[in-house]
């Protein structure tokens, strides 16, 4: 048997089985579990990485496809490996492993199952990245959002729980709306695989397109509320606010799923419907960009400004994908890497920071920032403050993730930035010299809103470290600081090799917006060999 035969399926099933294997040992053990969570969890990156390299040094846009249990077309159930799914999966496995070694500290101990929701929290997304058809679309959201409900109420609390029900209650509606919208999508076009569905698209007759339209315009919906695309966004801070850090961690990928599908699903119908919902994608990304950039700015609690930038950085992604052209989509993607890396950082550090930090501490930050200190400062004789070395550690990590979110020179996050805006201005028509409204409205928000994370983040490192309300210093664990490290790490590379990520997010863009070669990839495999 060749592994490469089944490379494509192993990201599910590697989560799935040790899943499985979690159930069945005893809460008892949590050491245990925790070291199968940490192994499964450290294979599924290797696998990853061995997808991800071959997706690089394949010429072709589909690396490889996977018909489960060789069934004929048009019964065939497809897993598409190629650049935009292998990137996906890896982020997804980096992120994980950041979370899991962090939870080892003492999350992963705080209820019932942690380890076996967190693995199939994973089976749920990578399935979402590789899936080729719609309604296994449909299984694979559900798979990640039964373990994300589980995973929101971890350790308890009546914040969490409120903010968990919240989430359910709304993911479960919104889950109605995407099987509503498959089925509208499958009883015109009568095919839920994605290539086939470019090809049956172009033959739907003109009296049934409403109907067709009706159904993606439900799915748009569906993906835009995992999105947070405002409107739709109302519960999505107050969940990751609320969540445990390394929970939190995690989620901050979840919203990037319904990103992956809108530029899966826009890119592939772009040839048949060309067009179709990219104004709505450009001004509801607008308007998120402008609710996130407010909330950073008006949220005191740090976790709460990690969830605004979660928004900002999904309200950026959406924008860019409603532009519609492939160097500006290109430079978003890199940006949603970078930002992705960072948010997940900033969940994790704002639990150390926030760490034995009172509210009376809270309260008093708050009134100096707005009202000010009018008593007089007592002359001390010591001339400087001695600072530990762990808030050294902190504040630098913290330093770090601030200038990553907020678009500054020289890591990732202003490296995206500037590819997208390049794009932008490339992509401009100056034959009369103007530039459309919307373009000036794009780049005015991209530039301010990473002023107001820095100015938001530059208040909170302020207040923690340079001018703190009590002399407490956190108590943190090698095991918590090390993922903060990788993932500040992994962000540096990321800048580092900025030009070669970039020529390979070009081709992946490239690939997306013309699906020739996806659609024959994928109809070929079904209607010849494949496994």
């Not at 589909?62 to 159930?77: K, N």
């Not at 920071?353 to 309260?363: F, L, N, P, Q, V």
Request: proline share 4%.
């Amino acid at each position: 048997m060749n592994l490469n035969d089944h490379l494509v399926i192993l990201p599910i099933l590697l989560p799935m089985l040790a899943g499985i294997a979690l159930v069945i040992i005893n809460e008892r053990h949590h050491t245990l579990k925790l070291a199968l969570n940490l192994g499964a969890t450290a294979l599924l990156l290797v696998l990853s990485i061995v997808l991800l390299s071959q997706a690089a040094g394949d010429a072709g846009a589909v690396t490889a496809t996977y018909r489960l249990g060789d069934w004929p077309a048009p019964f065939a159930i497809v897993l598409v490996g190629d650049r935009l799914s292998a990137a996906m999966v890896m982020l997804a496995s980096v992120l994980a492993l950041a979370a899991a070694t962090f939870s080892a500290a003492r999350w992963h101990e705080a209820g019932p199952h942690f380890h076996t929701l967190f693995q199939f929290l994973l089976m749920g997304l990578n399935g979402a990245f590789l899936t080729g058809d719609l309604f296994n679309l449909f299984v694979f959201f559900e798979i990640l959002l039964a373990a994300s409900y589980g995973l929101a109420l971890h350790g308890s609390g009546r914040a969490r729980v409120r903010a968990g029900l919240h989430h359910i209650a709304f993911n479960l509606a919104t889950s109605s709306l995407f099987l509503i919208g498959v089925s509208l999508v499958y009883g015109v076009a009568g095919t839920l695989n994605m290539a086939d569905l470019v090809v049956r698209m172009a033959a739907v007759p003109t009296e049934s397109r409403p109907l067709l339209n009706a159904g993606l315009a439900l799915l748009g919906i569906a993906f835009l509320v995992k999105a947070g695309m405002w409107p739709l966004s109302f519960w999505l801070t107050t969940t990751y606010a609320a969540a445990t850090a390394p929970v939190a961690a995690m989620f901050a990928i979840m919203s990037k799923v319904g990103i992956y599908v809108l530029l899966r699903i826009t890119g592939l119908l772009d040839g048949v419907s060309a067009g179709f919902g990219h104004d709505w994608l450009f001004f509801g990304g607008l308007a998120t960009m402008a609710f996130g950039t407010v909330g950073i700015l008006s949220s005191q609690e740090l976790p709460r400004m990690a969830a605004f930038s979660v928004l900002l950085s999904s309200g950026t992604t959406i924008a860019m994908l409603g532009y519609g052209d492939p160097d500006v989509t290109a430079g978003a993607l890199y940006y949603l890497v970078a930002s992705t890396l960072g948010l997940s950082c900033l969940f994790l550090l704002a639990e150390l920071m926030e760490r034995g930090r009172s509210a009376e501490a809270d309260i008093f930050a708050v009134t100096l920032e707005a009202f000010g200190d009018d008593e007089e400062t007592e002359h001390e004789e010591e001339v400087g403050i001695a600072i530990p070395a762990t808030m050294v550690v902190l504040a630098i990590s913290f330093a770090t993730c601030a200038i990553l979110l907020a678009g500054m020179p020289p890591l990732g996050g202003f490296v995206g930035k500037f590819a997208m805006l390049s794009g932008m201005l490339g992509s401009v028509s100056v034959a009369d010299g103007t530039v459309p409204a919307g373009t000036w409205w794009l780049m005015g928000l991209l530039i301010v809103s990473g002023l107001a994370t820095m100015i938001a983040m530059l208040r909170t490192g302020i207040n923690r470290f340079w001018a703190p309300t009590d002399d407490h210093v956190p108590r943190v664990r090698v095991v918590e600081i090390a993922p903060i490290a990788l993932l500040l790490g992994l962000s540096v590379v990321l800048a580092l090799t900025a030009g070669s990520v970039m020529s390979f997010l070009q081709t992946l863009s490239d690939a997306a917006y013309d699906p020739g070669s996806y659609v024959q990839a994928v109809l070929g495999s079904i209607a010849g060999g494949g496994q």
